[in-house]
T-cell receptor, first 116, second 113 residues
Framework: KAGVTQTPRYLIKTRGQQVTLSCSPI?????VSWYQQTPGQGLQFLFE???????NKGNFPGRFSGRQFSNSRSEMNVSTLELGDSALYLC???????????????FGPGTRLTVL | AQSVTQLDSQVPVFEEAPVELRCNYS??????LFWYVQYPNQGLQLLLK??????LVESINGFEAEFNKSQTSFHLRKPSVHISDTAEYFC???????????FGTGTRLLVSP
């Protein structure tokens, strides 16, 4: 079974631009979560999607948004990029969403975003 | 709010020596506890987890961790490390029933010959 895939793997943008990152979960997984990893702040939860609905949200500004499609693929968008948005963005998928007991999250390799 | 503290940012150790990576957490509710490993330019891989039951959990590659509720700790140990164990290790906690993981700041394990 193929793992979680994220595209692109590397991205360079300039301040003020917007960016869209894509995540394809493991086949059959319906929950997708996004995390931001930076040297200063570490790993921080962005949001979780299940059945095209955002179920949980972390403490990030409204510039960070996401969505999930009917095939469970997810995208996250960052508008008006700032230098501090440079990070590794990780996506994780699991069979079901919050509220259904423990569901192991499987992480993708991440998209490394550099904002110049 | 939950939080996770990993007391050591970097742990250097010689090959075949034992190692302990420390993790303490705070939470007012029941939690699940995890250790993840991250190799360079890769995502996170689940190393082991505590959900309930036996407080000692083991991974397939020789790591083990013990859940200590009174000390709110979940330290990771390995009796004999290999060069290939060089990586960054993250302790994480989640509320039971929720997918949101709260991570510690990570411990870089450096194994030298």
């Amino acid at each position: 079974k193929a793992g979680v895939t994220q595209t692109p793997r590397y991205l360079i943008k300039t301040r003020g631009q917007q960016v869209t990152l894509s995540c394809s979960p493991i086949s059959g997984h319906r929950s997708v979560s996004w995390y931001q990893q930076t040297p200063g702040q570490g790993l921080q939860f962005l949001f979780e999607y299940f059945s095209e609905t955002q179920r949980n949200k972390g403490n990030f500004p409204g510039r960070f948004s996401g969505r999930q499609f009917s095939n469970s693929r997810s995208e996250m968008n960052v508008s008006t990029l700032e230098l501090g948005d440079s990070a590794l963005y990780l996506c994780a998928s699991s069979l079901v969403a919050s509220g259904a007991g423990y569901n192991e999250q499987f992480f993708g390799p991440g998209t490394r975003l550099t904002v110049l | 709010a939950q939080s996770v503290t990993q007391l050591d940012s970097q742990v250097p150790v010689f090959e075949e020596a034992p190692v302990e990576l420390r993790c303490n957490y705070s939470s007012s509710v029941s939690v699940y506890l995890f250790w993840y490993v991250q190799y360079p330019n890769q995502g996170l891989q689940l190393l082991l987890k505590y959900l309930s039951g036996s407080t000692l959990v083991e991974s397939i590659n020789g790591f083990e961790a013990e859940f200590n509720k009174s000390q709110t700790s979940f330290h990771l140990r390995k009796p004999s490390v290999h060069i290939s164990d060089t990586a960054e290790y993250f302790c994480a906690v989640s509320n039971t029933g929720f997918q949101k993981l709260v991570f510690g700041t990570g411990t870089r394990l450096l194994v030298s010959p």
